[in-house]
């Protein structure tokens, strides 16, 4: 057995409380995230080698999908001649994160087994918030959020927390029944908050999970295991839908919204959404390329409106947001920013499913969150802009760089057991 370390302890320090941190106290996130990159760094440059596992072409791949983002906004506000420079804030993010991986796959195992009481530490974290500490943000609604986190943001990060807190169970070993007890209540307490944050476009990831879930589990199944489990899961969403006015609520406006859009009034939270993806597509095709630059989607609104292409209420809302991550790169940044946003997702995803092949059954669990947490992400993408704040964006490319580097770091163990 090796001495545990002060850089083991701050490491698992760090791996365990960085979701709750990141949930309670505004600017956490960025300022964590940034630590993070900068000791990751110096740790990369010390003397000490630590363990020197060969980075593969997935790795590598890896690391320039996360420079990628910053690389393609950079790209674009320049060739614009206007460099806009704090749009390139949230985009250098994923590139502060890459000495993270790089430094995690160097990392002491007992210092990373502490990642699994992460996720559900974070999602109490967001219902402790949400009980004591909320803020209403909107007029009658009761659309609970956090004092600097909207109701969508807080309520999806939440819910990834919760999805998470319950993938984590057996992660590194058999856990005893405390750590059983507190990942079940992670998940409890994420979907609670949810519910109570009415954010409808987290839910939707729900079901995409559970499908990821059911086909990792469904391996070696009965054929009855595979048709009764689907059927199980469908009857328990429509209980919930039955049982919670607010589940049924927030989802029956959707079905009203799209008939009064259909009969000419836009100006409902689906319609003013459908307005603000119309109008983009149609900017990027005037655009395909590089975009409108920097806030260009934004400054476009006014005039947009004046077209009547949009309503005034439309614009006024696209002014702040495109509310879809991929068309809001797009938009401003054309086909080379979206490639890049898609690579933030799709090259995670793909990381995660080869480890998941790993004969390491931690380095299989981390696979396993990583890829949940990615695809859950991608998800929210689609009906809010996620990496708009600097906060999500940072809790995104952190968790997603710590979860790669751990199952890579898992992974080398298991090929070469004197790494340990």
Not at 9 to 25: C, E, G, N, Q, R
Not at 152 to 166: E, K, P, Q, R
Not at 221 to 246: E, M, N
């Amino acid at each position: 057995m090796q001495r545990t370390t002060a850089g083991d302890s701050l490491i698992a320090f760090l791996l365990v409380t960085y979701p709750a941190l990141a949930m309670l106290f505004d600017g956490a996130a960025s300022a964590l995230m940034i630590a993070a990159g900068v000791l990751s760094l110096a740790a990369l440059l010390s003397r000490r080698s630590g363990v020197q596992g060969r980075l593969d072409g997935l790795g590598l791949a890896f690391c320039i999908a996360l420079a990628a983002p910053l690389a393609a906004v950079a790209l674009s506000t320049l060739a614009h001649g206007r460099p806009t420079f704090p749009v390139w804030d949230s985009p250098s993010r994923f590139l502060f994160v890459i000495p993270v991986f790089l430094a995690l796959r160097r990392a002491s195992l007992r210092s990373l087994a502490w990642a699994d009481l992460a996720f559900p530490v974070g999602a109490l974290a967001t219902l402790f918030i949400a009980l004591f500490l909320s803020r209403d943000w909107s007029a009658g609604d009761h659309r609970l959020g956090s004092k600097f986190l909207n109701p969508i943001h807080f309520g999806d990060l939440a819910l990834a927390f919760g999805v998470l807190s319950a993938a984590a169970l057996n992660w590194w070993r058999r856990d005893s029944n405390w750590v059983i007890a507190l990942k079940i209540a992670g998940l409890v307490a994420g979907l609670a908050t949810s519910l109570l944050t009415g954010s409808r476009g987290g839910w939707i990831a729900l079901p995409v999970v559970l499908a990821i879930v059911l086909w990792e589990r469904g391996r070696g199944k009965s054929l009855r295991w595979k048709v009764l489990t689907p059927l199980a899961i469908v009857a328990l969403f429509a209980v919930v839908y039955g049982a919670s006015s607010t589940v049924r609520e927030r989802i029956d406006v959707i079905s009203s919204n799209l008939t009064q859009y259909q009969h000419g009034q836009e100006d409902t939270s689906v319609g003013v959404r459908l307005q603000l993806y119309k109008v983009a597509v149609e900017l990027v095709e005037a655009n395909p390329v590089l975009g409108l630059g920097g806030h260009g989607f934004r400054d476009a609104m006014n005039a947009m409106a004046q077209q009547g292409r949009l309503t005034p209420a439309a614009a006024q809302l696209g002014k702040g947001e495109v509310h879809n991550q991929l068309l809001a790169y797009t938009a401003d940044y054309g086909i080379v920013g979206g490639l890049a946003l898609l690579a933030i997702y799709v090259v995670p995803v793909v990381f995660f499913a080869r480890r998941r092949a790993s004969p390491s059954a931690a380095a299989r669990g981390a696979a396993m969150l990583g890829l949940l947490f990615a695809v859950m992400f991608f998800v929210f993408g689609l009906t809010v802009e996620t990496f708009d704040l600097k906060g999500t964006v940072s809790i995104y490319a952190l968790i997603v760089a710590a979860l790669a580097g751990i199952a890579d770091r898992a992974n080398q163990d298991a090929s070469n057991p004197s790494l340990s």
